[in-house]
């Protein structure tokens, strides 16, 4: 029985190394904005940590048939609970960065917008900005 959570502990592990590996991508590709490169990387994110919560209650099965754990299972499972802090705070870090981005083009659309604005602007006969038409309105 032992055997069956240490094999699963080790997999859960292994599976946390690369989620946390896959969250280090995700932010590089966040920060250089390669959205079919990301949208990959989401793709297997996702079935990895499928894989994860499948194991996990695996892991938990495992665990309640036999509630006292040797060392070796022991250091397993508070590698995992590390590894899981880890990706939590990668993920926090991720979420920020996205977040920072769209800020960021929020900000240059309303530069855009403003600087379209200001370029459509014309003066009436007073000096007066005037951002109405551009012309008299000539009809023939």
């Known amino acids: 029985m032992l ?10 592990v292994a599976n ?6 896959l969250l280090e991508k995700e932010l590089h590709l966040i920060s250089s904005r390669d959205a079919e490169s990301l949208m990959a990387l ?14 996990d209650k ?9 509630t006292t754990l040797d060392d ?5 499972m508070d590698k995992a609970n590390n ?6 705070y990668r993920t926090e870090v991720n979420q920020k960065a996205v977040e920072q981005g769209q800020l960021r083009l929020t ?8 600087l379209r604005a200001k370029e459509s602007l014309t003066y009436d006969k007073s000096g007066k900005p005037n951002s109405g038409r551009l012309g ?3 009809s023939a």
């Open 136 to 138: 008299s309105g000539i």
């Open 16 to 21: 946390l190394e690369t989620l946390a590996s």
């Open 83 to 88: 590894l899981l802090s880890d990706c939590k």
């Open 42 to 55: 989401l793709d297997e994110k996702s079935t990895l940590l499928e894989n994860i919560q499948s194991l």
């Open 3 to 12: 055997s069956n959570i240490h094999s699963a502990l080790t997999q859960q």
């Open 107 to 114: 900000h240059l659309r309303n530069l855009m917008l403003e």
């Open 72 to 76: 070796e299972a022991q250091s397993l």
């Open 58 to 66: 695996q892991i938990e099965t495992l665990y309640q048939q036999n």
